[in-house]
């Protein structure tokens, strides 16, 4: 049974972890990220955040542990879970060939998104890329290319979304509509997890962090709980449990 | 519903492809000179003929019937075959290929492996339209057969007509066996170069390898439709190798089948294999077995880095 009630989190992890052989890729992971919550996944390049996300998303099956997301398990109602999730890669390039307008109507398919054709204009309109709906995608700058791919991530208007990286290789322009759009999607009760390695966008964007060093959490908490929370702080704070995670 | 949906986005991003299209217009080329070699040939004999019967007329003498009436209609295509097997399976290859490794390069796997559709029904949905572009293919070769035979006096009965369907099911088969498995080592192998160098290497084994140790057809001879069906040399390394490897010698097998229903297959000439259409079956089921089991386990992360 889904439990639907407002205190269940929206993702659930319990000892969630991934071994390739004896390589440790996540080490147990355990977290609740609640519902409407935009919770920002820090760590450095290969400190297991995108393997995190891509367990969360069904793309790998965890060797150990169990999660859930939307309330539904990764492991056992995966297409569930699948329903219930967008997912933004980081360097998303989508089908160069095809226009923006037929990738998204495909994505939109693909998900079981009933009038497709009317949902993708409002995404578009949404977006604010409406003029790049006949424009193939291959022509795109990566800036285009982002913001057409959070657009295949929200088509059916999904519970949780996932953003791997996503203001990655964005001018500031770029930055600030993203940040827009997360704080909307938010204030509808989407449930964001973002990993970044940026802190000024965990600053402006996130209502709760969790750093990860060498595929362990070492600090998970709501940023409200954070004192004096700025960029400096958070920068601080940061250096601090990564320092003490390399010196164990 | 969604399988269809993946097949006609798939067969979309191959129309879209130059590099495919460009091997489709030569495949067609190809398969229209095969048709002409045909056509000029009978054309040429009957002309012949045609003086010499004037000239035996006048002489008095008795005039043997037209040679061309003596052989099956379906004879003056036997290069058909030859470029089937060659450019036919050679594009096939490309366009299975290209099924997966263009979602991979659009890096939209994993935005496909993350949506409500089983993997198995992606697997599907990419052998689908491999079927229905190699079953384009045949269509087009079939097409140019059909206004060849036409273009030509031949006394084309029911049954002939029958014999070119059938011989363009098996070149249908051959060459989707081939793409099916450039779709499997796509799925399994990352990168273009790894995927397609694989499968292209079983098929220049099939094509060129195989043919010279069973019955020494070096490659100029196995893309000539007559000596291509040549008995086995009269040797034991021969005799031992044609009936070890016959049995995989696919393209032997392949044209041996055609020869036969096409009614050029010399008299009394056996197959290397002992069935070789339940070779080509096998080879087409196990291909497919082979495409499915990759696509259905390939890694919806396109091969990036955690």
Redesign the interface.
């Known amino acids: 049974m889904i439990d639907a009630s407002p205190d269940t989190p929206a993702i659930a992890l319990r000892g969630l972890s991934l071994r390739y052989g004896r390589h440790v890729?996540l080490h147990p992971l355990t977290l609740d990220v609640p519902k409407a919550e935009v919770f920002g996944f820090l760590g450095h390049n290969?400190a297991?955040k995108?393997?995190t996300i891509?367990l969360l998303?069904?793309?790998?099956t965890p060797t150990e542990g169990a999660a859930r997301v939307a309330g539904y398990d990764i492991t056992t109602q995966a297409?569930?879970v699948?329903?219930n999730?967008g997912?933004l890669?980081e360097?998303?390039?989508?089908?160069?060939?095809?226009t923006t307008r037929?990738n998204l109507t495909?994505?939109a398919?693909?998900?079981?998104v009933q009038d497709a054709r009317r949902r993708v204009d409002e995404v578009l309109e949404r977006l604010g890329i409406a003029d790049l709906s006949n424009r193939r995608v291959g022509s795109f700058s990566k800036g285009m290319r982002q913001r057409v791919g959070l657009a295949?991530a929200i088509l059916h208007d999904p519970q949780v979304l996932f953003l791997d990286e996503p203001t990655s290789g964005l001018d500031p322009m770029g930055v600030r509509h993203l940040r827009q759009m997360i704080d909307q999607l938010r204030a509808e009760g989407m449930t964001i997890f973002m990993n970044t390695h940026l802190l000024s966008e965990v600053a402006s964007s996130c209502t709760s962090i969790g750093v990860l060093a060498h595929g362990r959490l070492v600090f998970h908490d709501k940023v409200s709980a954070i004192a004096g929370y700025d960029e400096r702080r958070l920068e601080e704070l940061y250096v601090s449990v990564v320092r003490q995670e390399d010196a164990a | 519903m969604t399988v269809m949906l993946i097949v006609r986005q798939a067969l979309s991003g191959i129309v879209r492809d130059r590099g495919v299209l460009l091997l489709v217009v030569i495949f067609a080329a190809m398969v229209a000179v095969s048709a002409f070699l045909g056509w000029s040939a009978t054309n040429t004999v009957n002309a012949i003929y045609g003086q010499a019967v004037d000239w035996l007329t006048a002489q008095g003498a008795v005039v043997p019937p037209n040679p061309m009436h003596q052989t099956p209609p379906l004879a003056s295509l036997r290069n058909l075959p030859v470029y089937i097997s060659f450019l036919g399976a050679f594009a096939a290859i490309v366009i299975g290929q290209e099924l997966v490794e263009a979602e991979r390069r659009a890096g939209v796997l994993p935005l496909i492996g993350s949506r409500p559709v089983p993997h198995g029904r992606v697997a599907v949905a990419r052998m689908l339209a491999l079927l229905i572009a190699t079953a384009f293919l045949i269509t087009v070769a079939g097409a140019v057969a059909i206004l060849a035979l036409l273009s030509l006096p031949l006394q084309m009965q029911v049954a002939d007509w029958g014999a070119l369907a059938w011989a363009l099911l098996l070149g249908w088969t051959y060459m989707s066996a081939f793409g099916l498995l450039a779709l499997g080592f796509a799925a399994r192998l990352q990168g273009t170069a790894a995927g397609l160098l694989a499968a292209t290497v079983v098929w220049l084994a099939i094509t060129f390898v195989l043919p010279a140790l069973t019955g020494n057809v070096n490659p100029t001879a196995a893309i000539n439709p007559v000596s291509a069906l040549a008995l086995v040399p009269d040797t034991p390394v021969f005799h031992w190798l044609s009936r070890l490897l016959g049995p995989v010698s696919l393209s032997e097998a392949f044209g041996w089948l055609e020869a036969r229903t096409m009614g050029y297959l010399p008299e009394g000439l056996a197959p290397r294999a002992p069935l070789p259409l339940l070779g080509l079956w096998l080879a087409f089921v196990g291909s497919a077995a082979f495409a499915f089991h990759a696509n259905k386990t390939l890694d919806p992360n396109g091969g990036c880095d955690a």
């Open positions: 890729a290969g297991g995108t393997t891509r998303t069904t793309l790998l297409m569930q699948r329903a999730i997912y890669p360097n998303v390039r989508l089908y160069d060939r095809f037929e495909f994505f398919r693909l998900s079981g295949q």
